[in-house]
């Protein structure tokens, strides 16, 4: 490897710097990101460099000043040792300089050769992080190949932070169209689900549906129903496309099964102990037939480690299609980092962020289970500081949902229960609590609504039980049953 040029282009730098010497000012605004290590050629790296001088000096750079201000300086060994050559012989003279002047006609291509430049910059990031890592796996046995792998995905992560100054300042020319339509286009379908609808029609009024690169966490204690809500929102998903649930804690056989149940309203016990109606049995085979036909996939590894994650993300998205991702749960993914190793607090901390970031690099929401902790208990209703482990997951959700059961100590013995989704956090929105309706033979959530879009709340309202009223939502009090759900 050692034999081997590293990657650059002469021609792109040279026309990168003579647009500079035509247009400094207008070049450099553009280019913020530029830096001296960006060029290969030490020449081109210390003309970079004197422009910048002279810029900052507020002298202007024009052929004779430029010339004159390398004839006067030294060159500067990297011990600091002043040379007794000048900086323009060293560079090649008078002529050269010339050159970069005349070498393009205008400065109207610099962005195309910044971009020249800037991959090969990234090419020869890529090569001297990947000796490096070559270099650790012969060298250091005693090192893990797991913080190997971790110290890859960080080397990565580094190059892509380091390499993505063309897209990441974006002038407000060029952010406020994009703005503008969404606004119209909203307007136009106003009151409609803008992005990924979960099937409960008050949620989804609320929130105008999950939007791409949030990040949604569903918090509950054990066995208070986010696994079951979040197959019910995954199945809703998959009627739009692909999605994929990533479940370090049950069995992709045992959500499958779950999944059956509820969609076909078969007690989940019934199943279990073989004991389903000729009937049930039935509808059972029809919901097979049905949803055997969605792109479901699910990734049944325990205790899926931060990188393993961000590998199975990447796959899902990029070859499954996937719209949307699902963890259950988030407290159950493990961080491999030496910071981690002696805190649950910081290792659950770079988690939240971890999964935060796949969400904005992939442009896709994840949404999480989370569990709370003991003292939620304890409150009337759970609130977001009753997340388990770190405060960085609520930090970190675009959207918080936490589970609270309502008559728990008065369940009835059709199995249906009122439930409120406690909207407690939404970037975007209103919060506040959403009443629904659970259902524990076929573990499965039941929105109170049937009309999405009107504005009468009585015209949204139905009755989840017979002959017994269902208190408001905050969206009033009125409850009326064989309303006719017409759209207002």
Not at 125 to 151: F, N, R
Not at 261 to 272: F, G, I, N, P, T
Not at 336 to 361: C, F, P, Q
Not at 445 to 467: G, I, V
Request: aromatic content about 6%; overall charge negative.
């Amino acid at each position: 490897m050692n034999t081997r040029e590293m990657p650059h282009s002469l021609d792109a730098e040279k026309g990168l710097l003579s647009s500079i010497l035509l247009a400094p000012t207008r070049v450099l605004d553009e280019l913020t990101w530029l830096s001296v290590e960006h060029f290969y050629d030490e020449r081109h790296m210390l003309i970079f460099r004197r422009i910048l001088a002279l810029r900052n000096g507020l002298i202007p750079v024009d052929l004779v000043t430029f010339t004159q201000a390398l004839e006067d300086a030294r060159r500067v060994t990297e011990r600091g040792l002043q040379m007794a050559e000048s900086e323009l012989e060293y560079v090649g003279g008078a002529g050269y300089v010339t050159e970069l002047f005349t070498f393009v006609p205008t400065a109207a291509n610099a962005a195309y050769y910044a971009e020249i430049v800037n991959e090969k910059y990234t090419r020869r990031g890529i090569i001297l992080a990947a000796t490096d890592l070559v270099q650790a796996a012969y060298e250091d046995a005693s090192t893990k190949p797991e913080e190997l792998l971790e110290q890859c995905d960080k080397a990565i992560v580094q190059l892509r932070t380091d390499t993505s100054f063309l897209s990441s300042l974006k002038h407000m020319r060029e952010i406020l169209p994009a703005a503008a339509d969404e606004i119209e286009e909203r307007h136009k379908h106003r009151g409609k689900t803008y992005g990924l609808a979960t099937g409960f029609h008050d949620l989804d009024r609320m929130t105008t549906g999950i939007e791409a690169g949030h990040v949604v966490i569903l918090g509950a204690r054990p066995s208070n129903g986010k696994t079951a809500l979040m197959l019910q929102i995954a199945e809703h998903i998959s009627r739009t496309g692909p999605v994929a649930i990533f479940s370090m804690e049950m069995t992709a056989r045992q959500l499958a099964k779950r999944l059956l149940c509820m969609d076909a309203s078969v007690d989940l016990m019934k199943v279990r102990n073989g004991m389903g109606a000729k009937i049930e049995m039935k509808q059972l085979a029809e919901s097979f037939h049905k949803l055997i036909g969605r792109d479901i996939y699910i990734d049944e590894r325990p205790a899926l480690t931060i990188l393993e994650f961000r590998a199975a993300a990447r796959r899902a998205v990029a070859k499954s299609r996937a719209i949307a991702l699902f963890v259950d749960y988030l407290q159950l993914m493990r961080s491999l980092s030496k910071r981690a190793e002696n805190s649950r607090v910081v290792e659950i901390t770079e988690v939240s962020m971890a999964i935060k970031a796949m969400a904005k690099e992939l442009n896709v929401p994840i949404i999480c289970c989370a569990q709370l902790n003991r003292d939620a208990d304890k409150n009337q209703a759970p609130k977001g500081s009753d997340l388990k482990d770190s405060g960085q997951i609520e930090q970190d959700a675009d959207m918080l949902i936490l589970l609270h059961r309502l008559e728990r100590d008065n369940e009835n013995d059709d199995g249906q229960e009122l439930v409120n989704f406690i909207l407690e956090k939404q970037r975007d929105g209103p919060t506040g609590p959403i009443e629904v309706g659970f259902n524990r033979h076929f573990a499965r959530f039941e929105s109170l609504t049937d009309a999405l879009f009107s504005n009468d709340p009585r015209r949204r309202q139905k009755n989840y039980r017979k002959n017994q009223p269902v208190a408001g939502n905050g969206n009033g009090n009125g409850n009326q049953a064989n309303l006719d759900m017409a759209e207002d």
